[in-house]
């Protein structure tokens, strides 16, 4: 039972769970209807099932390798990256003006889930590109923007983000890479950058990287930071391809997973750059394409858990082993135990699929309508759909090795590699624990007005529902109200290491609440059918795990430091 | 900083949690005093310290290899080995009338905890060895007893443990190995055996497997199962190794970690093996084995939890990103979120360290007086020591590599090998959901009696508690209440698919419990001190995790298997 892309899964999400009728009604995307958005997600899947998916094992067996100073990509890869490219995928949410589809968001999000649950280490690539796009289509010159995005659009050219130094991770405003102007309106790059994903390939012609760095009157800190567009190889007068640039990679990264995507030390020495955006207005630029990538890298754990999924379903309706409780299918899928993980594993894949296209829409809808609501509701779910996608990329890839019993440890199966590539997902693009302080800290500058926005719709779905669905809409309203009233406590806290404290938990427990909220409105949609199944299961099972988390976050940080580094070593 | 094995940690559990002075005041451990024990505790953490820990990089670089049909062991091992056996730590628990030191569980648990931690890969050889003493010395003939313990106990030979086929996993009764009598007293056996941790080495003069088959009227299932000795080399007559076997190691697994270890699948082509125990008794045989080698399981997970808090411990305390908001050390482990992941690793480690010693101690008093009441205490934590010490072992590890950020991706700082390492603890001797359903179906024969004598005790040290604690008491009083009334539900349910359906949540909700217990019991102890700071840690933020589980459990089988076949795989 090899990977089927889930086309129905993500229709059914996008006709009845999260309102992509408000996205095609708009007149920006009026064109994406739902019978184009079905074409669309039928177009992809071929794509995901035939190209991409037996591509998975090749990156793990046969790594990209570092061979005297260029990358070699896995076998397969650089068909793979054709095929992605000559679909258009790279480009669907581009400018049609330079050559993009100019898709909404939520179809390429549900695109980019597809495609991480076919080949995650290769999809990785595209992710990178658009990201780029985003980035020079928002903040470049229309110089840059004219020569650089027809090619990264049509795959020709790849980008990548160059942010982290050795010393400069999750603080970014530590970073020491150095830019001078060069005199001629270009800029002399010097500095090491590592973890850079997609660092260099040997199947397009040329790597655009993306590279913060610190012009000479630059402060220290973020506020002293600006971005520069620093090619391979430097365009010549045609915009082909010519002089190799003053960069190169150093090393490749020997990674627990992801082991088809060279993950490079980059070393740029007084390499030719061009400004995107202001000086010093690096972190702008930096952050369009990060929040691009973060609901991008959320819709990588989603995908990762419905391969895994998969996988571990067709291993389970396989395997006899002992008496089975029912009748059914007569293999260890009838077992409760076994039962109880795989409707897990859906039903977390579900909820945190309708988190992030929760969060597209709501970034369709604020870039179709300029509204601030849907604006401030997209930045509000982003880090939900990060932290909780990735999460969920690792306990539903977990669970089906454990699925697999002892077979879920022996390489061949291929279950582990799912475990091991999605593992970095909640690391990359913002530590989850980051993107949790995000949600309290930033995201709450409102006030929490964003937040109880949303906790009022969910009331208001619950309260429509209690008539005919009482079983489910009670929990779920009861549910909303612990996390109004815990919404409210984070915001009185003004001292941020209160929120700090039990921000993952805070997100976990909203992620949750949002769970509960999308599952019975797929339950309304399907009142006799396998969704509302769904639904009892995860709102009588795992919906109750948010009033655990919510106690957890109003702990504060009450004793949090009352162990000494002495007594946390003893 | 190194890994230093938590001697202090262990000794406060023996004293103030666990009541290790019970098992010291039986007439069996006298000798085995609070003196002794912290004498036997800081020679082996020299062990751990100075001769194992440096081996755990060792196994995973140089993996176990087959060369030529021989086990290569990685470099180091072979002196490692050498060293447990010279310090008699392989038969700390075996009978002193076979070179044993007669010690009690509880010293080879927190030993085994203490090792684990050090170098996993390693020390599932010696605990392979003890699993088969112990079945020896209780199953076995005087005759093998004389010629085979002494070999074992000193560490010249090794054991291990045969029972898994390709189609008899969690089935053993599925099993198809043969045995034929030679009509001499010994049997030939005949058949393939997968998953054998340490099936061969290069530095004992013999392998010793204890082998699972059918004699010719064996019958179908476990029923009809026998246990037999079958050394590599068969003893000659003055006991030496002498004419090899009729076996071979036919290939080692491709893992995920643990890669020290050799796991191998062993090929029986007539080999001459010795029945243990009666004939068609091998399951009998098999469970004094498989009940050691559970607790044994545990402390795996839980020295891998410890291993991993210390490395991640050391890494956040050297590494330094961004403002910190509190004044002390001016690293990560300021930051309130990566306080929150050392305390919870700190506090999880504590819990599931206290629930395996109290374990071992009901193990110990039950064998020093024969009371049934410490013989079904023993029973009812054995699946929770050995499910909830490896849940421990996996998040614990996942935790801290998450603390090291993008490089606990990186293979090289190691933090990817703890958690790769331990993932299959929750799976080899009995998945955890096999010990869940072990704990609902089985354990609570009795009706509950056994779980609900524990709880009346719980409930009674929280209400000593109330006076001085009361922050801490009363949730804890409140969490056993939940669980009672939810075990008073379990034990109704005669349908065991109810049971088992909730089987995996109810034995978490359990432990949770007892972590309640245990801290509180730490705190009451240590009321000013640092145990009485990581209880209310425990108490206020993790405890609250139970009310989500349990509630999960009375959710029973309800619309369990309300998806069809068609509908899962949609």
Chains 1, 2 share one sequence.
Request: glycine share 12%.
């Amino acid at each position: 039972m090899p990977y089927r892309a889930p086309v129905a899964d993500i229709q059914f999400l996008l006709t009845h769970v999260v309102g992509y009728d408000q996205v095609a009604s708009t007149d920006r995307f009026a064109e994406a209807d739902a019978d184009v958005a079905a074409a669309i997600l039928t177009e992809a899947a071929k794509l995901c099932d035939e190209v991409m998916a037996p591509l998975q094992r090749n990156g793990d067996l046969h790594p990209a390798r570092l061979e005297n100073g260029v990358v070699r990509t896995s076998p397969g890869f650089g068909e793979g990256w054709a095929a992605i490219a000559e679909g258009g995928w790279v480009g669907m949410s581009g400018s049609p003006d330079y050559g993009g589809m100019g898709l909404p968001m939520t179809l390429a999000a549900a695109v980019n889930d597809m495609m991480s649950g076919a080949c995650l280490s290769l999809q990785l690539a595209p992710l990178m590109s658009q990201g780029q796009i985003e980035a020079l289509e928002h903040h470049a010159s229309d110089a840059l923007k004219d020569l650089y995005l027809p090619k990264l659009i049509s795959g020709e050219w790849t980008g990548t983000m160059n942010l982290t130094e050795p010393q400069a991770g999750s603080d970014v405003g530590a970073l020491s890479s150095k830019a001078e102007p060069n005199g001629d309106g270009t800029y002399a790059i010097t500095g090491q950058k590592i973890y850079i994903s997609w660092g260099d390939n040997d199947f397009t012609d040329n790597v655009c990287h993306l590279v913060l760095a610190r012009l000479p009157d630059g402060v220290p800190g973020t506020k002293g930071i600006s971005l520069f567009l620093v090619p391979k190889y430097i365009p010549d007068e045609n915009g082909n391809p010519g002089k190799a640039n003053d960069l190169k990679v150093v090393s490749l990264e020997h990674k627990l997973g992801l082991h088809g995507s060279p993950t490079c030390v980059m070393q740029y020495d007084g390499a030719t750059g061009w400004l995107v955006g202001a000086e010093h207005g690096g972190m702008a630029a930096m952050f369009t394409m990060m929040n691009n990538a973060r609901l991008g890298v959320g819709c990588q754990g989603i995908g990762s858990a419905e391969g895994a999924y998969q996988h571990a379903l067709a291993y389970a309706l396989e395997r006899k082993q002992g008496k089975t409780p029912v009748s059914g299918t007569g293999t260890i899928a009838d077992h409760a135990d076994v039962r109880r993980m795989l409707m897990t594993m859906k039903a977390e894949t579900f909820t945190a699929r309708a988190i992030a296209l929760s969060c597209a829409v709501a970034i369709d809808l604020g870039n179709a309508t300029g509204e601030a609501e849907w604006k401030a509701r997209a930045a509000l779910l982003t880090p939900i759909a990060k932290a909780f996608g990735t999460d969920t990329g690792n306990e539903v890839s977990q669970m089906g090795l454990q699925v697999h019993g002892g077979m879920g440890v022996i390489e061949e199966t291929g279950a582990a590699q799912y475990a091991r590539d999605v593992r970095v997902t909640a690391i990359y693009e913002g530590t989850n624990g980051i993107q949790a302080m995000d949600l309290v800290a930033r995201k709450m500058m409102d006030g929490g007005e964003a937040a109880m926005r949303l906790i009022d719709e969910i009331q208001a779905q619950a309260e429509r529902a209690r008539a005919t669905m009482p079983d489910l809409a009670e929990p779920v309203w009861e549910a909303a109200e612990t996390l109004r009233e815990t919404t409210e406590w984070l915001v009185e806290q003004s001292d941020m290491t209160q929120r700090f404290a039990g921000a993952v938990p805070y997100l976990r427990g909203f992620a949750r609440v949002l769970g509960g909220h999308y599952h019975l409105a797929a339950a309304l949609a399907d009142a006799d059918g396998p969704h509302a199944a769904l639904a009892r299961f995860y709102i009588a099972r795992l919906l109750p795990d948010h009033a655990g988390q919510l106690a957890h976050t109003r702990a504060g940080a009450d004793g949090l430091y009352a162990l000494g580094v002495d007594d946390l070593a003893a």
